[in-house]
């Protein structure tokens, strides 16, 4: 999942309903690499500044509750109201920070998006992308999208046949099971409220 906060953050959806999912990825990416380009000196060496940017785009344009729902799988219908609550602010913290630490590692010239074979009237869709690294590898990413009352919104990304969220899920259900949801949570917002001591990988 090398790539994953980096393909993530750079398709994130942007418009309206009317517009088609491959529309929405489109126009996205080039919101971001605008937002890149203007600031990338400050950007570059500020971390926490990326993270405000990233933030701004990602928060209302990403299905948090959903993307946390599947993650926590069967430990959600167990959860409390409050714990729920909890675990949705800091695993969005957590995916927030990784796809803003790689952000920079990508060239957006090197995205294509592939002709839209999905059907959009559908609650739920997927858009199918690749992308080209710089040693030339191309790796096939697929992002499945949601129908809200206000747009299209994201809540996983398979990157070369691997599912973040059953990624996450495999990752964070054997340290829930041998201690509990609440150390989990506990650990992610002590990670979310750790000081930021050096500038994002470039």
Do not use: C
């Given at each position: 999942m090398?790539?994953?906060g980096?393909?993530?953050?750079?398709?994130l959806?942007?418009?309206?309903?009317a517009?088609?999912?491959?529309d929405?990825?489109?126009?996205?990416?080039q919101?971001?690499?605008?937002?890149?380009?203007?600031?990338?000196?400050?950007?570059?060496?500020?971390?926490?500044?990326?993270?405000?940017?990233v933030?701004?785009?990602?928060?209302?344009r990403f299905?948090?509750?959903?993307?946390a729902?599947l993650?926590?799988?069967?430990?959600?219908?167990?959860a409390?109201?409050?714990?729920r609550?909890?675990?949705?602010?800091?695993?969005y913290v957590?995916?927030?920070?990784?796809?803003?630490?790689?952000v920079?590692?990508?060239?957006?010239s090197?995205?294509?998006?592939?002709?839209?074979?999905?059907d959009a009237?559908k609650?739920?869709?997927?858009v199918k992308?690749?992308?080209?690294?710089?040693?030339?590898?191309?790796?096939?990413?697929?992002?499945?999208l949601i129908?809200?009352?206000?747009g299209?919104r994201?809540y996983?990304?398979?990157?070369e046949?691997?599912?973040?969220?059953?990624?996450?899920?495999?990752?964070?259900?054997?340290?829930i099971?041998?201690?509990d949801l609440?150390?989990?949570?506990?650990?992610?917002?002590?990670?979310?409220a750790?000081p930021?001591?050096?500038?994002p990988?470039?």
């Amino acid at each position: 999942m090398k790539y994953l906060g980096t393909v993530l953050l750079l398709l994130l959806p942007l418009t309206a309903l009317a517009a088609s999912p491959n529309d929405v990825i489109s126009e996205a990416s080039q919101l971001l690499a605008q937002q890149l380009e203007a600031r990338k000196a400050e950007l570059s060496n500020d971390r926490q500044a990326l993270y405000a940017v990233v933030d701004d785009i990602l928060l209302p344009r990403f299905d948090r509750k959903l993307a946390a729902q599947l993650v926590l799988g069967q430990h959600w219908r167990n959860a409390s109201d409050v714990d729920r609550k909890r675990f949705i602010d800091a695993f969005y913290v957590t995916l927030l920070h990784r796809y803003a630490d790689g952000v920079f590692d990508f060239d957006l010239s090197r995205l294509e998006i592939l002709p839209y074979r999905g059907d959009a009237t559908k609650n739920r869709t997927s858009v199918k992308t690749r992308i080209q690294l710089e040693d030339g590898t191309v790796v096939p990413v697929t992002y499945s999208l949601i129908k809200r009352a206000d747009g299209w919104r994201m809540y996983d990304v398979v990157i070369e046949g691997i599912s973040y969220v059953r990624n996450f899920r495999a990752e964070l259900d054997s340290e829930i099971r041998s201690a509990d949801l609440g150390t989990v949570i506990d650990r992610l917002e002590a990670e979310a409220a750790a000081p930021i001591m050096a500038a994002p990988p470039q």
